[in-house]
Every structure is written in C-alpha cells, then in structure tokens.
C-alpha cells in the first residue's frame, strides 16, 4: 500500500474507529465502595443497540473479575429515569456465554435513564454505577380505528417484475422475428 493510499484512507479509519466507539454502547462500572472491595471487578452494560420505549428491551451485562467471567450467583439492573425518578428492577440470568448475563427490561417513557448493577457472589456483594443510557420514546400507535390493513415488506418487487416483463416480451419478439424471415431457396 503506497503512503498516498494511506493518507486517503487515514481520515476514513479515523471517522470509522470514532463511530464504533460512540455506538459500541458498553458503559463500564465504577464500584460504589471503598474502592479496595472492588479491585479487579468490572461490569459493563451492553444494551444491544438502541432502546426504545414501550417494548421488552433485552439488555446484557458482562460481570469479569481480572478480566475473567466472575462466578456471579445474582445479578440485578436499576434503570432510573432522570426526569421523573421512576425506577424498573430487573434481574439478569447468566447466559453461559464468558461472564455475559442478560435481563428483559420494559421502560415506560422515553428520556436518560441511569443504570446500576449489583453483583452477588461467593464472598462478595458490590454495587455498581454504569452510565446512563438514552431511550427512544414509544413508537406511536395507528391513529385510526378498527383493524389495521396488512402490509406485505415487497421492496422492489415492482421494477423487477416491469424488468422480467420487458425482458420476456423482448426474448419472445426475437424468437417469433426469426421464425417469419423466409428461408432462401
């Protein structure tokens, strides 16, 4: 790779690697004890995209101890909105998967919400302050009554069939053409 082909692609990298930071969605926990009582135990949040309102909301959470899956006996979220103080707990079941437990969650309003985890094991109990996650408010319900007309997801299914329409019509018309050029004798 030739230095000008790196100069183009550097600011490409930069805005990508930017990107994955700001929408990886993990939040790491700070301990919200003597700091000693905590040494070594990290607990992240995964939302898994984007949540919204209204809706079951499957969110995880890995637990590790020295970057090793922690042996958690229990684990449990508090999502609190920042603008009404309501609070959703939720307790997380381990997926079996390195240190990852994940809980379904339904928050009522859109907004921030801060998040808190705490961690029950052999000998240890924490609690842990993750950063606040944004949640889209709920969709909106159908403003008209009654049933709602079904909608079959066809995209595109419009232009290919004029396409395969054309082009068949267009194969036929060179097929008869040939069949009616008279034969030399």
């Given at each position: 790779m030739t230095r000008r082909t790196?100069?183009?692609?550097?600011?490409?990298?930069?805005?990508?690697?930017?990107?994955?930071?700001?929408?990886?969605?993990?939040?790491?926990?700070?301990?919200e004890h003597d700091p000693s009582e905590c040494q070594g135990m990290i607990v992240t949040l995964d939302p898994g995209g984007t949540l919204s309102a209204g809706g079951t909301e499957i969110v995880g959470v890995f637990v590790l101890e020295d970057e090793q899956p922690y042996d958690a006996t229990r684990v449990n979220l508090?999502?609190?909105?920042?603008?009404?103080?309501?609070?959703?707990?939720?307790?997380?079941?381990?997926?079996?998967?390195?240190?990852r437990w994940q809980a379904a969650v339904e928050l009522p309003a859109g907004g921030t919400w801060t998040v808190s985890a705490v961690v029950q094991g052999a000998g240890f109990a924490g609690d842990f302050a993750l950063d606040p996650v944004s949640v889209r408010?709920?969709?909106?319900?159908?403003?008209?009554?009654?049933?709602?007309?079904?909608?079959?997801?066809?995209?595109?299914?419009?232009?290919?069939?004029?396409?395969?329409?054309i082009a068949g019509m267009s194969g036929l018309l060179l097929m008869t053409r040939k069949r009616q050029v008279p034969a030399a004798s």
């Open positions: 790196q100069a183009r692609l550097l600011p490409s990298l930069a805005i990508a690697s930017a990107l994955v930071l700001v929408t990886a969605g993990t939040a790491l926990g700070k301990c508090t999502f609190t909105s920042v603008a009404d103080g309501t609070a959703i707990r939720v307790a997380a079941e381990p997926t079996g998967s390195y240190g408010p709920p969709a909106a319900a159908p403003t008209t009554g009654g049933t709602s007309p079904i909608v079959l997801a066809t995209p595109a299914l419009g232009p290919v069939l004029l396409a395969a329409l």
